[in-house]
């Protein structure tokens, strides 16, 4: 989640790092919640709104150095000469077929969208990512369960029925993710709700 809509950073006026979550839905947000107070004991969280999103944040060095021994970056936004940072998903995510599926799961969840219309009848879900190494990545994610993915500069589609039906039974997204996007029809409505339509 904190390489799609999470940052990590040193906060120089608070002489600490701080862990950070932003979404427009709540229930994303209580997710990152819990998660986190599942994997590293309960945490004081505070709050900010960002235009209509809002961010979830807690402090702590012992937690921030534990997440870059991972990942050396979760900075995935350009410099500014243009160049992106290397980020790297971690290679213990890499490693298991089960734990692909969940990361690919939490960052579809956080940064891809599902579209039922004209267009595209039997469903297409489009997964945003503008960092070329993260996008490279992620594609070989969804390659390696069989998944094919079509590449943008902006980011990845799924499209064919097979690969849509092998994206509904192994990766689907979380429960509490929602269409957000206020032009959509399907405003509000669960992402999965959506996906499963696409096989009547």
């Given at each position: 989640m904190l390489?799609?809509?999470?940052?990590?950073?040193?906060?120089k006026s608070k002489r600490t790092y701080?862990?950070?979550?932003?979404?427009t839905v709540e229930g994303m947000l209580d997710y990152f919640r819990h998660i986190t107070n599942?994997?590293?004991?309960?945490?004081?969280?505070?709050?900010n709104r960002c235009g209509s999103a809002k961010s979830a944040r807690f402090f702590s060095v012992p937690i921030a150095k534990k997440l870059l021994s991972e990942a050396s970056t979760f900075r995935t936004a350009p410099f500014a000469d243009g160049t992106h940072p290397k980020c790297k998903i971690p290679?213990?995510?890499?490693?298991?077929?089960?734990?692909?599926?969940?990361?690919?799961?939490a960052?579809?969840?956080c940064d891809g969208s599902i579209?039922?219309?004209?267009?595209?009848?039997?469903?297409?879900?489009?997964?945003?990512?503008?960092?070329?190494?993260?996008?490279s990545q992620l594609s070989n994610c969804?390659?390696?369960?069989?998944?094919r993915v079509s590449h943008s500069t902006h980011g990845l589609r799924v499209y064919?029925?097979?690969?849509?039906?092998i994206f509904s039974t192994k990766v689907r997204f979380l429960d509490e993710s929602r269409i957000s996007d206020s032009r959509s029809k399907n405003l509000g409505v669960r992402k999965n709700a959506l996906l499963d339509s696409c096989f009547p």
């Open positions: 390489l799609s809509d999470g940052s990590l950073y040193f906060d701080c862990i950070q979550f932003t979404n599942c994997e590293f004991g309960k945490r004081n969280f505070s709050y290679n213990s995510i890499l490693l298991s077929k089960s734990f692909t599926c969940a990361f690919l799961r960052y579809c969840s579209s039922i219309d004209r267009s595209h009848p039997r469903g297409v879900i489009d997964i945003a990512c503008y960092n070329p190494h993260l996008r969804f390659e390696s369960l069989g998944i064919d029925k097979r690969s849509l039906s």
